[in-house]
Nanobody
Framework: VQLQASGGGLVQAGGSLRLSCAAS????????MGWFRQTPGKEREFVAA????????SYADSAKGRFTVSRDNAKNTVFLEMNSLIPEDTAVYYC?????????????????WGQGTQVTVSS
């Protein structure tokens, strides 16, 4: 399984970005996907996750009300819409895939990881 994340970039505080993550290869029939982020010197942290059925989602407190995770199962792609961005959102964002249909927030639950995409929010 390969994951290709894209959509990162430089944005001013208050702006928006939409990240995408396309999965390819032999995935399970009903997998879940998550988004995590990491800044230098800090541990990778959970941002959002979505189950196979798109109505099941989970968000970190820092993402609630500002970020929206969604997916297009026909295209094996998950999205992270990020609004009202703040400088503290600056990080490398990673997408991850869990072969189960359960929405997880723990890093250890995800078997496959994308390469990461940089998001920089200027003040």
């Amino acid at each position: 399984v390969q994951l290709q994340a894209s959509g990162g970039g430089l944005v001013q505080a208050g702006g928006s970005l939409r990240l995408s993550c396309a999965a390819s290869g032999r995935t399970s029939r009903s997998y879940s996907m998550g988004w995590f982020r990491q800044t230098p010197g800090k541990e990778r942290e959970f941002v959002a996750a979505i189950g196979w059925i798109g109505g099941t989602t989970s968000y970190a407190d820092s993402a609630k009300g500002r970020f929206t995770v969604s997916r297009d199962n026909a295209k094996n792609t998950v999205f992270l819409e990020m609004n009202s961005l703040i400088p503290e959102d600056t990080a490398v964002y990673y997408c991850a895939l869990d072969m189960s249909a359960v929405v997880h927030t723990m890093i250890s639950a995800y078997e496959y990881w994308g390469q990461g995409t940089q998001v920089t929010v200027s003040s």
